[in-house]
Nanobody, 114 residues
Framework: QVQVVESGGGLVQAGGSLRLSCAASGSISSINVMAWYRQAPGKQRAFVAGITSGGNTNYADSVQGRFTISRDNAKNMGHLQMNSLKPEDTAVYYC????????WGQGTQVTVST
């Protein structure tokens, strides 16, 4: 039984910043990959960023240089720092936890206004 909960979403103006958090709890020995996905209105869920247990990161081209993914292995927690936000970043953001079984959070809404 693993639970994943995102937080930190909200409404911001273009150019602003948000910090999303992902908290995993339950029967967890260690998390392999933690990742963030997003789903914009009318579109399919898309990869945003991922981080391995060793700290290796990967980003979608659309967020490279603006977003930073991090994790705290001891707390089973991850974060996504989002800077220079654009209206195109508007979406529901989901945390994916791989143990390597996959678990998803419920999502947190990020809305970027012009």
């Amino acid at each position: 039984q693993v639970q994943v909960v995102e937080s930190g979403g909200g409404l911001v103006q273009a150019g602003g910043s948000l910090r999303l958090s992902c908290a995993a709890s339950g029967s967890i020995s260690s998390i392999n990959v933690m990742a963030w996905y997003r789903q914009a209105p009318g579109k399919q869920r898309a990869f945003v960023a991922g981080i391995t247990s060793g700290g290796n990161t990967n980003y979608a081209d659309s967020v490279q240089g603006r977003f930073t993914i991090s994790r705290d292995n001891a707390k089973n927690m991850g974060h996504l720092q989002m800077n220079s936000l654009k209206p195109e970043d508007t979406a529901v953001y989901y945390c994916q936890v791989n143990i390597p079984y996959t678990y998803w959070g419920q999502g947190t809404q990020v809305t970027v206004s012009t």
